[in-house]
């Protein structure tokens, strides 16, 4: 049966339980008729003594939301109960009712009140025709003397409570109840009032812990005084104890490493600090509760510190930030050198055009560096910029990173597909690095997207079409792959509409300078020793005087070395050669020069005939002793390729 939303007990006190139903308990029985069904009101006699008791036990069995009494008994069991107890409080229109009734049998009438008398009946005393004596009385005994009082003064009717009137019906007087109907009505409708502010105080309370319920962080509120008023399962987790257990209790004791003290004196609370609680380390932020400008409270939130890192890690896995976004301008890409400013030139007319763009250079020229400058200079620079390692990747994992996969395209497949690169990079650019190493079959692929501007998922039947600028880039000769049968001359055409030629640091070494001083800059920024500030200008004429194989990459290693142990390279001003040479010993050899044989035992590739190409491979790898890394530098290509080389030789 489904409980009722107000239970109201109007709770009656009588020297005795009378035998039956008392006037004022008649005078509430008959007012109950004008409230709905969902509204029920109880009207109890009971003894002064049994009170108590009985409004307790109702407390116990969850039977009452309030509680209505007569002035005395509304004050004594307002000490002792939790439920709110309101006061019938006699209006001025009840006492000349009872006035009226009570000069009908004496020209006499005491008015015994409880607590005060009624100043204002009191200033109109003259006006009545009858005498009226006032009393107050905040005891039973008191109450007592006052009707024998009363009755000594030759008032033989009574008018007051309940209790008042059986003391004077029980001294032979006449007593008049001072409660009327209509105050009545007034208390019950108060009552109402409060249960309606309870009822919508209780759904808000309701609806926030099912919030803080279902929150996955630690979270705790408090008054001013810092006393927790609630808190959620997560933080009883990470506190290890119940939530009942917490309430009511300074939370600076469940939480010894918050300065909480501190945070009420000044009313400002402190975000993302790391403290423990109990076996756990947490992130923790203490904020003001702010009501109508004023503070009520503190809110803390604590977070498991693994669980911000596993955070961290989703986020950065969904985002993966340095493939979809363009770091690099430009304007950074440093070079006062005429082959920079022209190369630098032409990427910033070529950016104002959607046209396929191929960049060729050595490795560590900053390829992609130009691409991403090229990609925020365009008219794309808000869509995403992709960029994918075509050697990085076997030949079937390129295929489905770049072209994407419906679900059950294959063994393992993601449920729901895969979006390929292309897809990412939709009103975007993508940044094919390595572009000649990639696998015949794909070059295929990839001159169809090309033309056609639409992809077709691995598994799927429906093309999709895409908004992308491609920008290709590659260390190698293309004529060369071509004519070695490893590139497609079609597709190479497709690439080649606009080119740019990356210059390497050798053949430009009046950059030298600036290029270290800007790399050194940005290592200091991250911290380095005491005095690496001053290394990149007394490292400046060995740097000019290097070859830089591994151009503006290796430029910033060798700095990122030097700066590093910077304390013992510099000694009464001057750079230590000996150290200098033990820690950094590139800057200090010369170069080989081969001999005429070992010359043409180097030859390029693109320079040897199909048929000799794969023993020139195997004699290259021989001259090596294994060592594949030494092998694809001497032939010219990268190491995958050198990779597919064999396996096409061992099949």
Known sequence: MRQ??????????????????????????????????????????????????????????????????????????????????????????????????????????????????????????????????????????????????????????????????????????????????????????????????????????????????????????????????????????????????????????????????????????????????????????????????????????????????????????????????????????????????????????????????LITGESGTGKELLAQGIHNASRRPHGPFVAINCAAFPESLLESELFGYEEGAFSGSRKGGKPGLFEVAHRGTLFLDEIGDMPVSLQTRLLRILQEREVLRLGGTEPIAIDVRIIAATHQDLRGAIEAGSFRTDLYYRLNILRLQTTPLRERREDIALIARNISQRLLVSGQPQGADALPAKLLPYLAAYAWPGNVRELENILERALLSAQDLIHGGKIDEKRLARLIPELFEQPDTPSPKLQQEMKDLRTISKTAELQHVLQTLEACQGNLDEAARRLGISRSTLWRRLRTERR
Request: charged residues 20%; proline residues 3%.
């Open 4 to 357: 009722p939303s107000a239970q109201i007990v109007v709770l009656i006190s009588h020297l005795q339980c009378p035998s039956q139903q008392s006037r004022l308990a008649e005078v509430v029985a008959g007012l109950i008729t004008d409230y709905t069904d969902e509204t029920h009101i109880q009207v109890l006699d009971t003894s002064v003594h049994e009170a108590l008791e009985v409004a307790r036990g109702l407390e116990r069995r969850d039977e009452v939301d309030v509680f209505i009494c007569a002035g005395a008994t509304a004050a004594y069991l307002r000490k002792h109960l939790t439920r709110p107890v309101l006061s019938m409080r006699i209006g001025g229109a009840d006492l000349l009712r009872a006035l009226g009734q009570a000069r009908t049998h004496s020209s006499q009438v005491a008015i015994l009140s409880y607590n005060r008398i009624n100043a204002d009946l009191e200033a109109m005393s003259e006006l009545f025709t009858v005498q009226v004596h006032q009393a107050s009385y905040t005891t039973l005994e008191e109450a007592r003397l006052a009707v024998e009082h009363a009755a000594g003064l030759g008032c033989r009717s009574i008018i007051g409570s309940s209790t008042v009137v059986e003391l004077a019906e029980q001294a032979g007087l006449h007593g008049v109840l001072s409660l009327s109907a209509d105050t009545v009505r007034k208390a019950l409708e108060e009552a109402l009032g409060i249960l309606d502010s309870q009822r919508i105080e209780t759904a808000k309370r309701q609806h926030l812990n099912a919030v803080l319920r279902h929150i996955p962080a630690g979270v705790a509120a408090v008054d001013n005084q810092g006393i927790v008023q609630s808190l959620n399962p997560a933080l009883a987790l990470l506190l290890d104890l119940p939530a009942s257990a917490a309430l009511g209790r300074p939370l600076q004791e469940l939480c010894p490493e918050l300065d909480l003290e501190q945070a009420l004196r000044d009313g400002v609370g402190e975000e993302n600090r790391v403290i423990r609680l109990g076996a756990h380390s947490v992130v923790s932020n203490l904020l003001p509760i702010m009501e109508d400008s004023q503070r009520t409270g503190m809110v803390l939130t604590c977070q498991d510190i693994t669980a911000v890192q596993r955070a961290d890690q989703r986020i950065r896995s969904s985002r993966r930030p340095g493939a979809f976004i363009a770091k690099y301008q430009l304007k950074q890409i440093s070079g006062s050198s005429l082959a920079n400013l022209e190369m630098l030139r032409l990427a910033e007319r070529f950016a104002l055009t959607d046209s396929t763009i």
